[in-house]
């Protein structure tokens, strides 16, 4: 009776295992996909069986196309409303004479949709850490209304301290 009862429980184990392996395939099929996700996914649907399927709903579905479309189309109209802004904010600064090189540049700029140049910047090159933490902290001070900074990472040493206490 023991006997024939573990050879169902191990026929079912197998029957299980050869559904999920096919509902994995039929899963990871379905959509044009890399090689390395559909290896990735399929290691994980079929040697982690019910939680694979669970991870995938979360994790690997991915996008659809129609979201990226309206992802894509709201971003276009918001970049629009920006040049129209700078546009705007443009015609307050004389125009001034430009170097070769910044010519080049602001062909460049002009090619990338994305990027719309302003009047009115001021760029200083550092090439001591020291000199360029210590302009940009009196910057700060001095700012009237806001400031916009963005590094990859602040620190718990001197200058991130400082950085935050300013």
Request: proline residues 3%; charged residues 20%.
């Amino acid at each position: 009776m023991i006997r024939m009862d573990m050879s169902m429980v191990s026929t079912v184990f197998v029957a299980l295992l050869f559904i999920n392996t096919v509902a994995a395939f039929i899963t990871v099929f379905r959509k044009p996909r890399s090689i390395a996700s559909v290896f990735a996914w399929m290691m994980t649907l079929v040697f982690i069986p019910g939680l694979g399927f669970v991870l995938y709903l979360f994790c690997g579905r991915g996008i659809d196309g129609e979201i990226i479309y309206k992802f894509s189309e709201h971003h276009q109209s918001r970049i629009n409303e920006i040049n129209q802004i700078i546009k705007v904010h443009n015609y307050s600064f004389p125009d001034h004479p430009y170097s070769d090189d910044n010519h080049l540049l602001e062909r460049y700029f002009k090619n990338l949709d994305e990027s719309p140049l302003t009047k009115g910047n001021k760029v200083d090159f550092y090439t001591d850490g020291k000199e360029k933490f210590a302009a940009l902290f009196e910057d700060i001070k001095q700012a009237q209304d806001n400031v916009h900074v963005e590094y990859y990472s602040f620190f718990n040493d001197e200058i991130g301290g400082q950085f935050l206490s300013i």
